[in-house]
């Protein structure tokens, strides 16, 4: 058994060591800091702050099961720490099981009332689970505690957005960015809210700061960004960003600044390239990736709404701007049913990794009222299916689910444009549609995506599409039931 004199003497190694591994944790040298975390505990295997700091860099490398053990052992080992407890919370938020981390938060509250980082991200949670009035008052509490703090008054904004208070937003987001300039997410957040409701002069302006965010996808070109002066007789490349979608409803810029006599090279994502081919004004097109000829000034496609002055009334919709390829048009002409029933296209999810995908996407089992019945003609143009989606298309074989066989969007494009409607959550496939000039229902959540705008059922991006809102959050049941009757009416179905 050591002696105390030799207890004590490895008790100041760890001191030493535990010291020096902060200090390496606060640089940046994490690999240096883990090896003395972990020196620390071969001494005292109890130890929570070294247990807590290897969780912390565990979920800093986005290694969250380690960090959840790391750090629930410190938890273990120091009960009536209100940081510790938070932090576990912490985890369990990036496993996206916010619910239990709810119950930490909650608990770290008990050991520190008005502890603020457990408030913080207690009240993300809430709003992540729908449970707005809860995540707003959870941020009210922050700024009760701590008028001037910017991150709880951008958290706020994001909730006020949400339940549809925007002029309230505003104003949370012109307190966020006046006590933080340099929040990108904040300002953009607030171009969201500002495009939504019809501010394009500002909206638009604002919506330049996604640009800076950190979640961006950031490149650098060896050319000035283009802003909207005159280009005649130069080569401005316009490169995608962001989604399908995106791509699809702004490539309609791309002949207007052709127009101003530029030579166009466009760059978008692979799957965009076969139907792009048909767009006007392009000189060059290109995939992602591909090897770019010289140009002399850039543009993200997100941009050239600013760039061109874009106002409601000013909303370019020269249609259809994107046209199916003939050799695709050929290929599916065949393989679509053959009868005199009436053809809808239908998607109803979108990218499981967008961040609005909970509230945008529906299940699948939610449509059945409407595929019930023998008057249509269902054409599934899903690709991506979830659990569940295949087992309730197997158990409709009247509907022709052709997701599976659509390599790119020529292929989709070939399949919607043969289809007398389109019924779509606010996906690529809607935006394709509109691109096309095709007959299309969209269906949409309470709280939209800008370009919808508010409380219209028609879209000055797209005349021919209408808009099924949610009359409340998360009410599927009260725009399927909309939908039901207006197809009905359409297909003089009982």
Known sequence: MPTPKVRKKASAGASREL????????????????????????????????????????????????????????????????????????????????????????????????????????????????????????FDRVIALEPNHAKAHYNRANVLHELRRFDEALQAYARATALAPQDADAHWNESLTRLLCGDFTEGWRKYEWRLRRPAHD???????????????????????????????????YVPLLAETGA???????????????????????????????????????????????????????????????????????????QNAKPRVAFAWSGSATHEQDAARSLPLAKLQPLLAGERIQWISVQRDLRQGDREILSAHPEISHFGDELKDFADTAAVVAACDLVLSVDTSVAHLAGALDRNAWVMIQHSPDFRWLLDRSDSPWYPRTRIFRQPGFDDWDGVIGEVRKELGSLFGLP
């Open 263 to 337: 030579r166009v090279v466009l760059e978008v994502q692979p799957a965009l390239k076969p139907l792009l081919a048909t767009l006007e004004g392009v000189s060059v097109l290109a995939a992602r990736g591909e090897t770019l000829p010289h140009f002399d000034l850039h543009c993200p496609i997100m941009s050239l709404p600013r760039a061109f002055k874009t106002e409601l009334s000013t909303i370019p919709a020269r249609l259809p701007y994107v046209k199916v390829p003939q050799h695709h048009e050929e290929k599916w002409r065949s393989r679509l049913p």
């Open 218 to 252: 950031e490149r650098s070109f060896p050319a000035p960004l283009w802003q909207g002066e005159p280009a005649a007789d130069k080569t401005v490349l316009v490169h995608a960003e962001q989604g399908y979608g995106d791509t699809l409803q702004f490539v309609r």
């Open 19 to 138: 010291a020096a591994a902060v200090e390496a944790q606060r640089q940046g040298r994490l690999k240096e800091a883990e090896a003395l975390y972990r020196s620390v505990l071969e001494v005292t295997p109890a130890h929570w702050q070294a247990l807590h700091q290897l969780g912390a860099i565990h979920l800093a490398r986005g290694e969250l099961t380690e960090a959840l053990q790391f750090i629930g052992a410190a938890m273990k080992a120091n009960a009536g720490s209100a940081e510790v407890t938070s932090n576990y919370g912490v985890v369990l938020r990036r496993m996206k099981r916010d619910g239990e981390a709810i119950e930490y938060f909650n608990r770290a509250l008990i050991l520190k009332p008005g502890y603020i980082p457990a408030l913080l991200t207690r009240g993300a949670c809430l709003q992540r689970l729908g449970r707005r009035d809860q995540a707003l008052a959870s």
